[in-house]
């Protein structure tokens, strides 16, 4: 497994380090180039989601990413064991994916269980009250990480919430096209 | 990149050119025009999203916003924006049936002079 870890101040100004570096590090894992925008997104609404609840709760304690490689995993095991790949679990995921974790500190509040018709956001989000800077439900966010992720879990605990994000790893990775080659 | 916002009239519309990424750090300033210019009395829009490089929920929040403020003086916020990387948001938020989403200023501001 590789894995970089980023940490980051509640700023707003912070996410979009945090999208440029999940973008670069997924890039260098072999994701696939069609896949990027989706992971560009996805990371941006989760850092802005926990963003807003940090400034509304604890704005001086960091938001912390985990960028994780886990077809490293996969290879290693295989060097060692001599083995055929074998597509292990980690939390119910299989290996051969990047994973993006995302860890606030803000106490949390269950997010809606459905999510079916964001339009409806509409009535609601009128001027000034707001949830953040956009006037929208955060569950919006959560809603379009939904929609962009292939895999998703949304864990909102007392003392913070953790939101797992991973796709599958492409073949435009030349480490791995060279690994197989020789 | 940063954001950089502009606006100009066209044919009794006022056409708002976004160039660049709008997230949780540059969306204030979008909302901050468009309720500048409503406020100023113009309540034809047409946000030019050609140029944009990123947009995210809290852009679509902006969006949102400044199209109900329009509405309440009758008014209308059309998008231009051929670009699908910037669509699928609309598409994944159920937005499209919201906005009026056109291939060009032109076109916009024909559909709705024909409304």
């Known amino acids: 497994m590789a894995l970089v870890q980023l940490t980051i ?35 941006g609404e989760a850092c802005s989601r926990a963003v807003e609840a940090h400034r509304v709760h604890c704005p001086g304690r960091p938001i912390q990413l985990d960028l994780i490689d886990r077809a490293d995993t996969t290879r290693e095991a295989d060097a060692s064991s001599g083995k055929p790949a074998e597509r292990a679990s980690h939390n119910g ?17 269950e997010p809606a269980t459905a999510f079916e018709d964001p339009a409806a956001e509409l009535d609601i989000a009128d001027g000034a009250p707001s949830d953040g800077v956009s006037g929208l439900s955060p569950d919006v966010g959560l809603a379009v990480i939904l929609g962009l ?14 939101v797992r994000m991973s796709w599958p790893l492409g073949k435009s990775d030349p480490d791995a096209d060279s690994e197989l080659v020789g | 990149m940063d954001l950089k916002l502009d606006h100009h009239t066209q044919d009794d519309t006022e056409i708002v050119v976004v160039e ?31 140029k944009v490089e990123f947009l995210d929920s809290t852009g679509l929040g902006v969006l949102v916003g400044g199209l109900k403020r329009v509405r309440a003086h009758d008014g209308t916020l059309d998008l231009v924006c051929t670009q699908e990387r ?8 159920g937005l499209t049936k919201v906005f009026g989403i056109y291939d060009s200023v032109q076109e916009a501001i024909d559909k709705r002079q024909s409304k």
């Open chain 2, 86 to 93: 910037i669509l699928k948001i609309f598409r994944i938020t």
């Open chain 1, 149 to 162: 992720a292939d895999e998703v879990s949304i864990e909102p605990h007392e003392d913070g919430t953790v």
């Open chain 1, 93 to 109: 995921k299989a290996a051969q994916r990047f994973e993006v974790v995302v860890f606030d500190c803000a106490p949390a509040k």
């Open chain 2, 20 to 50: 660049g990424e709008i997230d949780v750090y540059t969306a204030p300033r979008l909302r901050e025009l468009l309720i500048d210019l409503v406020n100023k009395g113009n309540f034809h829009l047409v946000v030019n999203m050609e």
């Open chain 1, 9 to 43: 101040s509640a700023l707003p100004a912070h996410v979009r380090t945090a999208r440029l570096m999940a973008t670069a590090v997924a890039r260098r894992a072999g994701i696939a180039e069609s896949a990027l925008d989706e992971i560009r997104l996805a990371v």
